[in-house]
């Protein structure tokens, strides 16, 4: 870690964090990114929002850029532009797991994180690189019903993987879903995290 700086009720790591998920548009899950890195960046951490679909000029993405919090999108750097051509699409849909793992460890690489902070259904693109995340910290927010959001096998696989191999923190919004989480995965260590609500 990058260095350690002193708060008022005693130390705190100052950390390079991911804050990983699919888009900055409107929606719970995406304001919670917001203001988790703003916030942490307020702390005196270096935060970078890593998101798979096109920069959508959204509310969210106007906080982070005023605060000069880098926002670094999948399809933008890869792909440019969107496109209607059927043929495109499909063939950008074959591709789009190796592809975005493969950019996913190239942001990684070039940020060097401490901790990557996972939302919404990112986890199948970290499972393929999963080895590459030793030394990583893993944290796993879950915005939806467990039940229903994990009913998509390739990110319950996902999940179980990174838990197993990478010791995965799950983050429930409250004490049933952590209930929930711990019966599914068959751990016990679910945190419970109420999403954060700013009224200034």
């Known amino acids: 870690m990058s260095g350690i700086i002193r708060s008022e009720i ?9 804050q990983l998920i699919s888009s900055l548009g409107s929606g719970g899950a995406e304001s919670v990114v917001r203001d988790y890195a703003t916030g942490l960046q307020n702390a005196g951490n270096d935060v970078c929002v890593v998101m798979q679909y096109w920069r959508q000029n959204s509310v969210s993405e106007a906080a982070l850029t005023e605060k000069n919090i880098p926002i670094r999108s999948f399809y933008d750097e ?50 393929p690189i999963e080895s590459f995340l030793a030394g990583i910290k893993l944290f796993y927010t879950c915005h939806s019903e467990s039940s229903f959001f994990f009913s998509d096998l390739s990110e319950k696989s996902a999940a179980r993987l990174l838990i197993q191999n990478r010791g995965m923190i ?21 945190v419970v995290l109420n999403n954060p609500v700013d009224i200034a």
């Open 170 to 190: 799950l983050i429930a919004l409250h004490p049933a879903m952590a209930s929930e989480l711990n019966t599914l995965f068959g751990i016990g260590n679910t």
């Open 10 to 18: 005693g130390y705190s790591f100052e950390m390079r964090i991911i």
């Open 78 to 127: 890869v792909y440019g532009s969107n496109t209607k051509n059927p043929l495109i699409r499909v063939y950008r849909k074959s591709r789009r797991l190796k592809d975005t793992s493969d950019w996913l460890k190239k942001c990684i690489s070039e940020f060097k994180p401490d901790v990557i902070h996972v939302h919404l259904d990112m986890l199948k693109y970290l499972a």
